[in-house]
Every structure is written in C-alpha cells, then in structure tokens.
C-alpha cells in the first residue's frame, strides 16, 4: 500500500498550490480520503474529507472558501486545491486513506510553507 502526496513547496501570501496524493495497493474507490496537517508543534488536524464517490465533502472551518478537494477514481488520486493561503496554512499536508472495518493508511506527508 503507498500513498504519494505531492505538489507542497513555498508559497507567497494569498498565492495557490494543488496537493495530489496517487494511492496504490488498495481499492482507492470504495474508501473515503482525507487531508490532515500538522504545524510545527501543534496537533495533527483534519482539513478536508471526501466520501468514496466524491459526493460528500467536509472541511476545517478555517479553509472553507479557500481550499477545495476532489478525487478521480480512475487514477487512483486525490486533490487538494489550496487558493488564498495565508502564513497559518504551513503545515505539513497528509493524505489518508479510511474506510469502515478496513485498515487506514497515510502518506508520508508534503511540506507547505506560505511565506513572503
């Protein structure tokens, strides 16, 4: 099982980055996916949920209107579209794979660094 995030890096203020993560080694379309992240010396928090088919999606209240995430079951990958980010959204960004009575799975995380 691997999950690959990509897409992190340096940022300017009110400046945009598209996460991805490819899944592999598990039936990406019957699990919901998740964004996490973690800032230096905080908690690990969720960002953003989608179901296993897309239709559902939920976000931390702090990223509502900013960020947006979506899937494509045919390449096994989820996105993470980050616009208007500001110098709290650096973090650490996860990818997690979870389903009901299934093992859960994370990537090993891409860096986020919004900074002028």
């Known amino acids: 099982v691997q999950l690959v995030e990509s897409g992190g890096g340096l940022v300017q203020p009110g400046g945009s980055l598209r996460l991805s993560c490819v899944a592999s080694g598990f039936t990406f379309s019957r699990y919901d996916m998740s964004w996490y992240r973690q800032a230096l010396g905080k908690e690990r928090e969720l960002v953003a949920r989608?179901?296993?088919?897309?239709?559902?999606?939920n976000y931390l209240d702090s990223v509502k209107g900013r960020f947006t995430i979506s899937r494509d079951n045919g390449k096994n990958t989820v996105y993470l579209q980050m616009n208007n980010l500001k110098a709290e959204d650096t973090a650490v960004y996860y990818c997690?794979?979870?389903?009901?009575?299934?093992?859960?799975?994370w990537g090993q995380g891409t860096q986020v660094t919004v900074s002028s």
């Open positions: 997690y794979a979870h389903r009901l009575g299934y093992n859960a799975y």
């Open positions: 989608t179901t296993s088919v897309g239709v559902s999606t």
